[in-house]
């Protein structure tokens, strides 16, 4: 069975940044999509970010994210990241990693495979 784990999550001021990877094993990392998605209590799984398998294309889920994330890879490494930057406290969540086989698949039940999540939690 496929493995993601998460790990960069923590606590930063608003205004901060954070790196996010998440290292998967049990599956052949180059050639699946890799995404970031996020929940915050008491709201709906969010669409963050997502890679394609070789790390050229990518998409993110509105035009703040844009500016302020970035999500990358190493397929040496079987890792992806997602670089946040400009954090405010509306970024707090818990942020989640997954694997797909489909192309920049944007919806949550399009991955195939997804970590256990790591916290985030900005404060103004």
């Known amino acids: 069975q496929a493995q993601l784990v998460e790990s960069g999550g923590g606590w930063v001021q608003a205004g901060g940044s954070l790196r996010l990877s998440c290292a998967a094993s049990?599956?052949?990392?180059?050639?699946?999509?890799m995404g970031w998605f996020r929940q915050a209590p008491g709201k709906e799984r969010e669409f963050v970010s997502v890679?394609?398998?070789?790390?050229?294309?990518?998409?993110y889920g509105d035009s703040s994210m844009k500016g302020r994330f970035t999500v990358s890879r190493d397929n040496a490494k079987n890792t992806v990241y997602l670089q946040m930057s400009s954090l405010k406290p509306d970024d707090t969540a818990i942020y989640y990693c997954?694997?797909?086989?489909?192309?920049?698949?944007?919806?949550?039940?399009?991955?195939?495979?997804w970590g256990q999540g790591t916290q985030v939690t900005v404060s103004s």
């Open positions: 049990r599956l052949t990392f180059s050639i699946y999509a």
């Open positions: 890679i394609d398998a070789l790390g050229v294309n990518t998409y």
């Open positions: 997954a694997a797909s086989s489909g192309w920049l698949p944007k919806v949550a039940t399009e991955y195939d495979y």
